[in-house]
Each structure stands twice: as C-alpha cells, then as structure tokens.
C-alpha cells in the first residue's frame, strides 16, 4: 500500500535502430479512511433513548442534534463522505464534499461541516419512534470507510399517576374513626395501598 511499480519498454530492430522507451507506472491505495465516529449529541447519557429531560435541554425546540467525525485529511484530498439519517421511517441522504458543503438537506435534517466534524440537525422522531444516522467515509482513490451507525428512540410519556388509597379508611372520607381503627388487622397499624404500572416498573422503572 502506497508503493510503486513502473514498466519501462524500449525496443530494438535488426538495424540497431532503438524505438523511445516507454513507461506505465501505478502506485498502490487500498487503506480505507477510518471508520466515521457517529454520535447522537442530544442523547447526553448515550443509553439509546431520548427522555423528557433530554428533549427538553435541546437548544432549539423539537430538534435533535447528532455529530459525524471524519477523517478531515481524506476528506479534503478529493474525499468524500454520506451521511444517512432516517427519522422516523423517513430517509434524508446528506453528501460531504471535499470542500466541506454539505448538500442533501430535506425533511427537517439539515448537516454543517467544520473541523473533520459533520454536525447533524434533524428532528426528534416522536414518542416510541426512532432515528438512526448512518455514515462512511471514501477517499480519492475510491476506498471506502466502513459504515458506522448511531440510534435513539424517543420515550417522553410518563407511566400514568399512581393510585394511593388508605385502605383502613374504608369510607374514604379523609378520617380513622374508632370502628375503623378497632377493625385494623394489626392493632394500631393502618394499611394503604399503591398501585403502580407494573409494566413501566419491570422495565428497569421505579
């Protein structure tokens, strides 16, 4: 990789008369770019999800943010880059040239270049859906980075409210009275009761 070879040819006829030489050459490239370091900004914790808090510390509203790092070298000798972003079933294909543009921009997803970094705009792709950024890198001589990916799916509704009830206030009226503390399973101990959403608590809640 990144070596030479050279053939020279020159020829000779019976008369001693010599032909001008002639010569190919081809240098070898075969190493691919690094692969692109792809990164949902936005999903500060990287645990896959954009929660409520997350969402609600975007600096611009409804808009999600995710980062593209490339090799800058490659890219200015002639490289290139794409970054793919699908939002919620929706594909937009950005093109970096090596110029640093950025073209491609559609549906909400927008990309800037700057300093080997490619900062990707796009919205957030609703409750329970999901985006994913897809990136790679080729250079001048048509080696191409392998693919790298980033994704996150939106969760921001909250289990329903807990339903707490004082069990040993069996009329419900806000008061113990005797009968009702004198019916206690265990003498002056009164009971109550919560009832969580199971589901939201077995899936890591609490």
Known sequence: ???????????????????????????????????????????????????????????????????????????????????????????????VASNGTVTGAANGVSGTYSGGVVTVNFANPGDAHSATITATQ????????????????EHITAPPTPVVTITSDTNHDGVLNSSEVSAEAAAGVAVGTVALNAANLSGSGS
């Open 138 to 153: 080729t250079d001048q001589y048509g080696n191409a980075a392998n693919g790298n990916t980033a994704s996150v799916t």
């Open 1 to 95: 990789d990144a070596h030479s070879a050279t053939i020279t040819a020159t020829q000779t006829d019976q008369y001693a008369n010599v032909a001008n030489g002639n010569t190919a050459s081809v240098t070898e490239h075969i190493t691919a770019p690094a692969v692109p370091v792809v990164t949902i900004t936005s999903d500060t914790n990287h645990d896959g999800v954009l929660s409520g808090s997350e969402i609600g510390a975007e600096s611009t509203a409804g808009g999600a943010v995710g980062t593209v790092a490339l090799n800058a070298a490659n890219l200015s000798a002639s490289g290139s880059a794409t970054v793919n972003v699908v939002d919620n079933g929706v594909s937009t294909t950005l093109n």
